[in-house]
């Protein structure tokens, strides 16, 4: 990939920066948002062809190969603070599902912050948020996205992943600059309006809508009911015998009653 070439196909104006290999582009860019030498300004999309301490949500590795997925991260500042950023995950996946539809690709969206395809996971999004100087938050987005699944990879990981692979014979400058005008997209919508503007949308996409799910944390059981789609504040909303319930993002899975 070349960063000159996703650039000029890109619309957005952003910056882009590409790496052979690095650990963590989300790492690297929450360094940098740090620095108070050489701050961020503007925002940046940083793509790694080969990510070796790829980070998922509540600590967990994403495993990644080079040739087979897309790893990167785009560094984002917002005017407000962490409260202005509730829904957010969710409207990037919203984001990366109307993006992948475009391109001929049907996506669903699993509560909060995956992306699914024929019930098995595509992409994983973390986001991960540093106080910019002078007031607002950096927001870093990152994202992984498998294109093929390597029967390696697929055993490292350890389940079912899904995979893209007639899209990963596409120009992969010209995906990555159709991914970055879709997430820009969506950012700059957010920042006017928040995740209520996204709401509607994720719903409409929503894997498991209607279906009777368990809420986890840490093995225990905190909830069980039939989901209900998400709210403006972006919680999933279960329909329990005790009346309905909305359960906040945190270090918590969602799995379908049963599997």
Partial sequence: MNAATIAALSNTGVAVEV???????????????????EPLTAPLLLVARNQTAGRGRAGRSWLSSGDASLTFSLAWRFDGGLASLAGLPLAVGVALAETLERLGVQVALKWPNDVLREGDKLAGILIETRAAPGGGTWAVIGIGLNLLMPDELEARIGRNAASLPWLARMDRDSLMAALLDGLAGCLHAFERGGFPLFVAR???????????????????????????????????????PAGRVAVLAGDVSLRMKGA
């Fill in 19 to 37: 790496v052979e290999e690095t650990g963590s582009t989300n790492a690297d860019l929450l360094a940098r948002a740090a620095n108070s030498t």
């Fill in 202 to 240: 994720w719903n409409l996409r929503h894997a498991w809508q209607g279906e009777l799910v368990t809420i986890l944390d840490g093995g225990a059981v905190l909830h069980e009911g039939v989901a209900a789609g998400v709210d403006d504040a972006g919680r999933l909303l279960l329909d329990t």
